[in-house]
């Protein structure tokens, strides 16, 4: 299993609804799908990965 080590916990910019002509940009919790309001980075090797989590997944995530 890769080692990857927690840098930070963020709190997402609230999004307004997208209309029909904006393309849907806002971003979903990468555990249960729905919308991610926590940014989280670690930091994987050498490079930094970004995952988002809604505010119950996040709970869950420092590992
Ligand atoms: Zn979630």
């Known amino acids: ?3 990857r080590t927690l840098i930070s916990v ?3 910019e ?3 609804l997208p209309n029909s002509t904006t393309k ?3 971003k979903y919790c990468v555990t ?3 919308l991610a ?3 989280v980075l670690f930091k994987v090797m050498d490079a930094t990965l970004i995952e988002r989590y809604c505010d119950k ?3 869950n995530v420092n590992i």
Do not use: N, P
């Open 1 to 3: 299993m890769i080692q």
């Open 10 to 12: 963020s709190a997402m």
């Open 14 to 16: 609230a999004k307004a």
């Open 24 to 26: 849907d940009k806002r």
């Open 32 to 34: 249960c799908g729905t």
């Open 37 to 39: 309001t926590q940014e």
């Open 57 to 59: 997944c996040v709970t």
